[in-house]
């Protein structure tokens, strides 16, 4: 007999192996006839949930994103973290722990993904920057940090995390650990900060 499935389980279901097709064969090699296919309905169901292949992609990337951002704002609003630590905190919380999560995040960065991890960078930092600006505008009132260019600094900061610390750049460990020191010493520049107050980062990595 027929499973007659409700409506968000055949939108989550679809969204799933959309997700799949996209990481084995690439976003520009799947079409919306390989879905329908995989997914076992007609073009009117898929047509009647998503208009378009782009916009079943932009579901997938907020899908990845929400639980992301959710641990950033709490990092954020966290009482016991130093505004430095929140920093850091929010920045690692980009990198994704689950490991199914983290092998569908490394795909999008494949060349053949190409649009997947612009969209992704895209969502990164319309969500994050306005988290990560509210910390650095903390420091500011606490006089930790010295800057009239929060918002900026913090576009540079996401900027520079996504591509040196990106997990398929391929650096050895010595490689990272001096982008990480020149990441430290730029930041501390940029935010107008004391010298050696991130260094705590390092200890991360080593």
Sequence with gaps: MKVIKNGEER???????AKELFIEKGYENTSIVNILEKVGIAKGTLYYYFTSKEEILDAIIDRISEKIFYKAQEISKDPSLSVQEKILGVVMSLNIEDDKEKKIVNNIHNPQNLLMHQKQFDSIIDNVVPILTKVICEGIEKGIF???????????I????????????NLSMEETLRKISAFIVNLERLLGAEKGSFDFIKQVFN
């Design 11 to 17: 939108k989550h279901e679809i969204l799933d192996i």
């Design 146 to 156: 010295n800057t009239d260019y929060p918002l900026e600094t913090v576009e540079m």
């Design 158 to 169: 996401l900027i520079y995390t996504q591509t040196v610390f990106d997990s398929n750049n």
